[in-house]
């Protein structure tokens, strides 16, 4: 089973901007599609953004469409999310997230993702 570290734990203010990455070990990251949840105080998980094995493919939600940008690159292993124009209501933890697919350009459903990294907190001050 693939292995997942995020880093990039932040302190920013509303407007700024923060890099997370997540980095796969154990298994090649190019045979999984990626996403990025968050999970703030009190609310349930949600899928952020996601991308395809190929990247030809990404969905992100409409709360963080135009301001976050999910990337990748399969020979760091590592998968990246680049988060602009930050609102304090993007504190969270983020978690990034794994799931095997066979077609390089489709996305799992939010909860077939089966490999889990431990999470970073990001908090945006007003």
């Known amino acids: 089973q693939v292995r997942l570290v995020e880093s990039g734990v932040g302190l920013v203010q509303a407007g700024g901007s923060l890099r997370l990455s997540c980095k796969a070990s154990e298994l090649p990251l190019g045979m999984y599609a990626m996403g990025w949840f968050r999970q703030a105080p009190g609310k349930e998980r949600e899928l952020v953004a996601a991308?395809?094995?190929?990247?030809?493919?990404?969905f992100y939600i409409d709360s963080v469409n135009g301001r976050f940008t999910i990337s990748r690159d399969n020979a760091r292993n590592t998968v990246y999310l680049q988060m602009n124009s930050l609102k304090p209501e993007d504190t969270a933890v983020y978690y990034c997230?794994?799931?095997?697919?066979?077609?390089?350009?489709?996305?799992?459903?939010?909860?077939?993702?089966?490999?889990w990294g431990q999470g970073t907190q990001v908090t945006v001050s007003s």
């Open positions: 991308i395809s094995r190929d990247s030809r493919t990404t």
């Open positions: 997230a794994a799931d095997f697919v066979v077609n390089s350009d489709s996305l799992p459903p939010a909860h077939a993702y089966s490999s």
